[in-house]
């Protein structure tokens, strides 16, 4: 129930700011809270680093997006006039500059959030609920019932568990989803039909080399965001 034992106070999670680094974040507090429980109501001793998703720039302006509901609620908002912004999104922290990291930690209190365990029945249900092999019946329903614009205020210094799990987590549930089941239109997975996209794009009719191609479908950087 403390932390007097340890030879450290707090672990910090470091991810990136996208739905991977989401997953990677729940499969630790998973993990904590399968093999060390009592560590999870420790307080402040899980912490997580945050980073934008995506940067709006206009002049010296600067917005910074910490989810992806965020940024098209904002979007969505501007209407015509977002096209007047430019829109840099970050696919992991190797995407910040030197100039950026050093200000994120600089400023490390507004990039600093706090885990708080607010009851058994609450948080420890919910990282069952998303984790359990016996609850696949009912991780169905938790995201059928997913609504779209789900996300963690990021204004919030505390997140308790069960806001991560309901409100971030299921953004990674839903994503891994759409890419993993192939449409039935085309057949396709949402990879596959950016390679097919690539490959139509460059008039690639000719057996190649996958690492070759992996590169020229990177330059072309036919991404979601881009």
């Known amino acids: 129930d403390s932390t007097k034992g340890l030879r450290y106070g707090h672990l910090m999670i470091m991810t990136d700011q996208d739905h991977d680094g989401s ?10 809270h399968k093999e060390w429980p009592s560590l999870l109501k420790v307080p402040s001793f899980l912490v997580e680093f945050i980073t ?14 910490y989810s992806m509901p965020d940024y098209e609620a904002w979007k969505e908002d501007l209407g015509a006039s977002a096209s007047s912004w430019t829109i840099k999104y970050y696919k992991g922290l190797g995407t910040s500059t030197a100039e950026e990291g ?7 209190a507004l990039h600093k959030k706090d885990f708080v365990w607010a009851d058994d029945k609450e948080d420890g249900e919910a990282i069952e609920l998303a984790f359990s092999k016996k609850k696949i019946s009912e991780r169905k329903d938790w ?7 789900t996300c963690l205020d990021q204004r919030e210094k505390r997140i308790k568990y069960s ?7 299921i953004l990674f549930s839903m994503a891994d989803l759409e890419r993993s089941i192939p449409s039935m ?6 990879g596959q039909r950016k390679i097919l996209f690539c490959s139509f794009k460059k008039n690639l009719v000719k057996e190649s080399k996958v690492c070759q191609r992996a590169f020229e479908f990177v ?8």
């Open 23 to 32: 997953h990677i974040k729940g499969l630790l507090i998973n993990f904590i």
């Open 52 to 65: 934008p998703i995506i940067k709006a720039t206009k002049g010296k302006s600067v917005k910074p997006f």
């Open 102 to 108: 050093r200000d994120y930690f600089e400023h490390i």
């Open 143 to 149: 995201l059928t019932n997913y609504q779209p614009g």
């Open 163 to 169: 806001d991560f799990i309901n409100k971030e987590l």
């Open 185 to 190: 239109v085309d057949g396709f997975k949402p």
């Open 219 to 226: 330059y072309w950087n036919y991404h979601a965001y881009s």
